[in-house]
């Protein structure tokens, strides 16, 4: 058994973030709790999906992990050293082993600069000790690993399609040979039959470069289609981690199960067999949001102690993290158990 | 069953600046009262400019040929004086984003009244009152107040209610929807689904959804057609496509969509792009991309034509052997 320094690329230690909001010419500032209690680790060589509604804080918690925001308050242990307190020079050269893929694949790419450029440039910042022939023959063998020609080194971004692009943006994050890569959102804005290829593509890419992940994505089915472990946001507080199997089969957390029964299957007689556990109403503001649980305004098995106490953030059996005071209590609906038995 | 709506050869041809492309091509289905149909497709396969073009509300270079029966009134070509009369009255439209189809220097009762004064003569204090009842039906808590609000004031997920109602509030035959959940939550996207389910039921609607979403599909339409390139290439019941599907594009669809039920080691996506409208291959649009083409499918143009003499369902490929991944030489 390796000790958990090794096991663990990083771990994240009660992290919290607030954004402090206008809400008028006068008026105070508002304090909107983004990321609260915020503790878990992702281990070497895995994919770490973390899912929620719009809102929930998966985008934000991404940019803390790679400094990108600063967290207010907690830690961002990568390989047991602290990165919110490294200088930001030192920062910038750790991003060779920490990168991002981002969600608009065309928006995230300089329009003026020739793919060639675009993949090239962190090596610039990030690897001073390549020149210039070396520098490109790393860019064309990187676009060959993620499925580019080689023609297209002087082309622009305006003429490739969402899913072109995206490859273009995935080839810029992984020619520093980086060891974590976030993916936010990475195929939401591609077709279902581009969104295949680029989820192959990085189920592939990670096995060939040894990388881990992390995976954010609204879409339930593609972070359970590419996760080891997942990890589910409510309004900025983790309220389930666990496996992917272990969150389909068996969730403990109320909103887990009501997220998996709301996830839209492409098959129409279950589709049809199965009753929606539908929650009432939608997430509430960040601003201010509900006392104890915050999910108990939408929580079918809420009681008056969930008002009253926030729940902690519990380690159970198998090492899964769960935040509810009633977890052990709640039974499955029957008719949610025909769907997720299934 | 009685057809609602029979759309017949309709093209969409876009002007561009030396040529021009088309959107839509000959596309030929109809829709049956009370059923709902889901337009399935990805980008540029024409599945929105069709229904745009059905409710006259195509981009300035766009032209419509065909015919789209609204009973015994042909909606193509209409004057625009005529088609207001109709539009919103017995065939309307909501869209994906609910922020840009509302006006949002008015309060939603306002908006909402609107419809009623100007379709069915109501009185103003009339009007707004049955608003507020239609916000009710659709589920917005406390509608008498929320009636007052501006959109901003709401989430997405209201937004989107408040479109509803005021699409069925003069109880339309046929109500189009172009990706009305995309903009949703997971969550909200689960209530609205159950809404159009119990609206269709309670109002004897005719729904159209237009989505790249299977998963969608699978929970409330009856029927389908999947588009590609700007043509049909498989219409059917739901079931039949779902299970058995006969075209390798809908194939092809269905193994690229994650399945939080069965986990598979790889999606097994279509291999390459969707087409350019202006550069679409000679012979069936989707062979490059397809498994199973032969050189038939280079040269020719399969029609759409049903699967066997006497069927229903539909398809426009050449290929007739079993459509199965890994069994073909």
């Given at each position: 058994m390796m000790s958990d320094a090794v096991t663990n690329l990083i771990e994240i230690k009660d992290l919290k973030k607030t954004f402090s909001i206008a809400t008028g010419l006068f008026s105070r500032k508002l304090k909107l709790t983004a990321l609260e209690n915020i503790n878990f680790s992702v281990r070497r060589g895995e994919t770490l999906g973390i899912v929620g509604e719009s809102g929930c804080g998966k985008s934000t918690l991404g940019r803390c992990i790679l400094q990108l925001i600063n967290p207010d308050e907690g830690q961002v242990l990568w390989l047991g050293q602290d990165l919110t307190k490294v200088p930001a020079e030192e920062m910038r050269k750790r991003r060779a082993d920490l990168q991002i893929i981002f969600q608009d694949p065309l928006a995230s790419l300089n329009p003026r600069m020739t793919v060639g450029e675009i993949i090239e440039d962190p090596l610039k910042t990030l690897k001073p000790e390549f020149n210039k022939a070396e520098r490109r023959a790393r860019v064309l063998k990187m676009m060959e690993a993620v499925g580019l020609l080689p023609e297209m080194i002087n082309r622009y971004p305006h003429e490739f399609s969402g899913g072109q692009a995206q490859r273009i943006g995935i080839a810029r994050a992984l020619i520093t040979e980086p060891k974590l890569i976030v993916c936010d959102e990475p195929v939401s804005a591609l077709d279902v039959s581009i969104q295949a290829q680029i989820l192959n593509l990085l189920s592939e890419l990670k096995d060939e470069f040894g990388l881990t992940l992390i995976f954010i994505s609204h879409n339930l089915s593609v972070v359970r289609h590419v996760s080891d472990r997942i990890l589910v946001l409510y309004l900025g507080r983790i309220v389930e981690l666990a496996t992917g199997d272990e969150i389909y089969n068996d969730p403990k957390h109320p909103y887990t199960r009501a997220l998996l029964t709301a996830v839209p299957i492409p098959d129409p007689k279950l589709a049809r067999q199965r009753n929606i556990d539908a929650l009432k109403g939608e997430i509430p503001s960040p601003i201010n949001p509900p006392s104890g649980c915050t999910f108990r305004t939408r929580c079918r098995f809420a009681q008056q102690r969930c008002a009253e106490v926030r729940p902690p953030l519990e380690t159970i059996e198998g090492g899964r993290l769960v935040a509810c005071i009633r977890w052990r209590e709640i039974e499955i609906p029957e008719e949610a158990e025909a769907v997720l038995g299934a | 069953m009685t057809k609602v709506l029979d759309v017949q050869d309709l093209s969409v041809t876009f002007a561009l600046h030396e040529s021009e492309v088309r959107a839509v091509n000959n596309l030929n289905f109809s829709l049956e009262a009370g059923e709902t149909l889901a337009v399935v497709g990805e980008s540029g396969s024409g599945k929105s400019q069709a229904f745009l073009s059905i409710m006259g509300l195509l981009a300035k270079n766009g032209s419509t040929s065909g015919k789209a029966m609204l009973g015994d009134v042909n909606?193509?070509?209409?004057e625009k004086s005529k088609l207001d009369r109709i539009r919103g009255k017995d065939i309307a439209m909501i869209f994906q984003d609910p922020m840009t189809s509302l006006n949002p220097s008015l309060k939603v009762k306002t908006q909402l009244a609107e419809v009623l004064v100007k379709h069915?003569?109501?009185?103003q204090r009339q009007a707004e009152k049955t608003a507020v009842e239609m916000l009710e039906r659709v589920g917005i808590p406390e509608p008498a107040k929320r009636a007052n609000a501006y959109p901003h004031e709401m989430s997405g997920g209201m937004r989107q209610r408040v479109m509803i109602a005021m699409a069925l509030l003069c109880q339309p035959k046929i109500l189009i929807a172009d990706e009305?959940?995309?903009?949703?939550?997971v969550t909200v996207q689960a209530q609205m689904l159950d809404l159009f389910k119990t609206l269709t039921d309670d109002f004897g609607t005719s729904l159209v959804i237009i989505t790249h979403d299977l998963g969608v599909v699978a929970g409330v339409a009856d029927r389908m057609m999947v588009m590609y390139g700007g043509r049909a290439v498989e219409t059917g019941n739901v079931d039949e496509l779902f299970y058995d599907p006969r075209h390798p594009y809908t194939l092809g669809l269905l193994h690229s969509t994650p399945h939080i039920a069965k986990r598979a080691e790889r999606l097994d996506p279509i291999q390459g792009l969707p087409p350019s409208l202006e550069h679409l291959p000679k012979g069936c649009s989707f062979n490059p991309r397809c498994a199973f083409c032969f050189d038939r499918c280079l040269e020719e143009r399969p029609p759409l034509?049903?699967?066997?003499?006497?069927?229903t369902r539909q398809k426009a490929c050449f290929y007739e052997g079993p459509l199965k991944y890994g069994k073909v030489a």
């Open positions: - | 909606l193509v070509g209409m069915r003569g109501f009185d009305p959940t995309t903009a949703l939550d034509a049903p699967v066997e003499p006497g069927s």
